[in-house]
């Protein structure tokens, strides 16, 4: 069998580069995979199934919390975030969220105890992440703030009486 190649000279093989790159971008964005980094993209898409927020009979003293879930795309932001007590983002997500108006998305919530709301995977649908953190306005001092690694399947999220915690599983 004979291969006949189509592409001559220097633009042909400019225009080869072209429909082959095209043709690697448009696998990775179809496929719903990962994309390498090479290609410039960098996170992954959120595709939970179920999404629920508990809060315990004893949440925050028998009190309302707040909580986000914070979407984040860029990694020097998530570099921040990581080190950032549930107090101050609470203090700065408006101001955050200007700052970085395409790099951070997060939805709110306010559980009273007892509490048990099962949010739409699809509130969490956009742009790539690469990570995503859930921080809870407790009044007593600490870090109220846990990263999500999965971001597929399920997601709980709960509220105790002083402390927030989450579990994911496939």
């Known amino acids: 069998m004979k291969v006949v190649s189509i592409w001559r000279g220097s633009a042909g093989r400019a225009g080869a580069l072209l429909l082959a790159g095209t043709l690697a971008a448009s696998t990775v964005l ?3 995979c990962s994309a390498p980094s090479f290609l410039g993209f960098k996170g992954d898409r959120v595709k939970w199934k179920q999404v ?3 809060a315990a009979d004893d949440a925050n003293g028998n009190s309302p919390v707040a909580v986000d879930v914070v979407l984040v795309s860029d990694e020097a932001l998530q570099g921040r975030l990581v080190e950032l007590p549930a107090s101050k983002w609470f203090a700065g ?3 955050l969220s200007n700052t ?3 790099s951070l ?3 709110s919530w306010e559980l009273v105890p007892g509490q048990r709301l099962e949010v739409p995977p699809q509130e969490f649908e956009g742009p790539r992440v690469t990570a995503v953190f859930v921080f ?6 600490g870090a109220h ?3 999500i690694d999965q971001f ?3 997601l709980a999220v709960q509220l105790s009486s002083s402390a927030v915690s989450v579990s994911t599983s496939k």
């Open 30 to 32: 179809l496929g719903g």
């Open 52 to 54: 629920v927020l508990n």
């Open 93 to 95: 997500r408006t101001d």
């Open 100 to 102: 970085y108006p395409g």
């Open 105 to 107: 998305r997060f939805r």
């Open 136 to 141: 809870a306005n407790y009044p007593e001092p």
């Open 145 to 147: 703030r846990v990263r």
């Open 152 to 154: 597929s399947g399920t």
